[in-house]
Nanobody, 123 residues
Framework: QVRLVESGGGSVQTGGSLTLSCATS??????LGWFRQAPGKEREGVAA?????RSTYADSVKDRFTISGDKDTLYLQMTSLKPEDSAMYYC?????????????????????WGQGTQVTVSS
């Protein structure tokens, strides 16, 4: 059984940085991803980390966020943060090795979710 536990959220000012972590257990292969959901908005894919393949990023975070890690821990390094990055951030796992961006950032491709960690960026 796969379990995911996020940490590292917090409050920062515009332009600041944060690194989120996701500790995994029971995950061996497939894709790990980061998603976020702001109040009143739909959940959106932020970045995906498929096993042995290139990562995928949402256009809104390219060149600012970096996803990395291994099968035990997933990270999301966030720089140049903006108020619109404020959201609950979730780690998720998929059975599938999601290489194509159109699938890698779809939340219905993921079957296990963490409890989330809050990120707040103030202007």
């Amino acid at each position: 059984q796969v379990r995911l536990v996020e940490s590292g959220g917090g409050s920062v000012q515009t332009g600041g940085s944060l690194t989120l972590s996701c500790a995994t257990s029971g995950y061996t292969y497939g894709t790990l991803g980061w998603f976020r959901q702001a109040p009143g908005k739909e959940r959106e894919g932020v970045a995906a980390f498929p096993s042995d393949a290139r990562s995928t990023y949402a256009d809104s975070v390219k060149d600012r966020f970096t996803i990395s890690g291994d099968k035990d821990t997933l990270y999301l390094q966030m720089t140049s943060l903006k108020p619109e990055d404020s959201a609950m951030y979730y780690c998720a796992a998929s059975h599938f090795r999601l290489i194509r961006p159109v699938y890698a950032l779809r939340d219905d491709e993921y079957y296990v979710w963490g409890q989330g960690t809050q990120v707040t960026v103030s202007s």
